[in-house]
């Protein structure tokens, strides 16, 4: 693997590869024993985990053992597994936009500079045509991802908080939130998007402005929230985002 190099910040502070691997390591263990819950078979080398034995795993040992669960049950066995957690989100969603028409919506931006990786190779990785493949790995609370540039049809976690939400990811440069357009970041990910049951508008928005750099990139990184959304999803968010890009930047390095 080349050297690669992070610099996150995050509301004024600093977050370190060692502290974002740490929470990524939290948040496999979590999702292992949620899974575990609910029914799933955690299994290490052919033998199944228990919920003791899930605490005794070492950090590359859980994420190679959650990636691997949640990748055996595909994107109908996740469904199946969570469906009264996906109906609960569905609810918070819909609740989180019982709001006046001009209440504001709630930010989570984080900034990030990565070298010795470059947005080509990250596009690789993270480009809507490509992410399905690497979906799992990017983050302990992806679940499954399917589709192109046209429509990304996912579930995930959003925050760190609660449980996963399925959903349809909308491209869409035009949308308009809160946020400062750089010029010196020529790059955009933009888009809306909708509750996978039923096609709600979540009035939950990307928007991702990119720089390349001479040995890497620079990414400010903003997801918007609707107005009554539980704020620790929008704070817990920050460190999601930064976790997944993070990891998008060690897989590019790989290829």
């Not at 499954?144 to 908080?161: I, Q, R, S, V, Y």
């Not at 620790?232 to 460190?239: A, N, S």
Request: proline content about 6%.
């Amino acid at each position: 693997m080349r050297n690669l190099q992070l610099r996150c910040s995050i509301d004024g502070s600093s977050y370190s590869a060692k502290q974002l691997d740490e929470v990524q390591y939290q948040r496999h263990i979590h999702g292992l024993h949620s899974l575990l819950r609910l029914g799933a078979i955690i299994e290490q080398d052919g033998q199944p985990l228990s919920h003791d034995a899930i605490d005794r795993l070492l950090p590359e040992d859980a994420r190679a053992v959650s990636i691997a669960t949640r990748q055996s049950y595909g994107p109908d066995g996740l469904k199946e597994l969570y469906r009264d957690q996906l109906l609960e989100s569905d609810k918070m969603w819909k609740a989180a936009n019982d709001a006046p028409a001009d209440a504001p919506l709630l930010l989570a931006q984080t900034d990030v500079t990565v070298t010795g990786v470059s947005l080509e190779d990250l596009a690789k990785v993270v480009s809507l045509d490509h992410i399905h493949h690497a979906y799992a790995a990017l983050h302990p609370d992806h679940d499954f991802a399917l589709g192109d540039n046209t429509c990304l049809e996912h579930m995930e976690t959003f925050g760190h908080f609660g449980g996963p939400t399925w959903l349809f990811a909308h491209p869409d440069k035009s949308i308009s939130v809160p946020v400062e357009r750089d010029e010196e970041y020529p790059m955009l990910m933009a888009g809306h998007t909708t509750l996978a049951s039923d096609g709600t508008p979540m009035n939950l928005y990307a928007y991702h402005q990119f720089k390349p750099l001479e040995n890497g990139f620079a990414i400010k990184q903003c997801a918007a929230f609707p107005p009554k959304t539980p704020l620790p999803i929008v704070d817990g968010h920050k460190l999601h985002l930064a976790i997944e890009i993070w990891e998008a930047a060690k897989l590019a390095a790989k290829d």
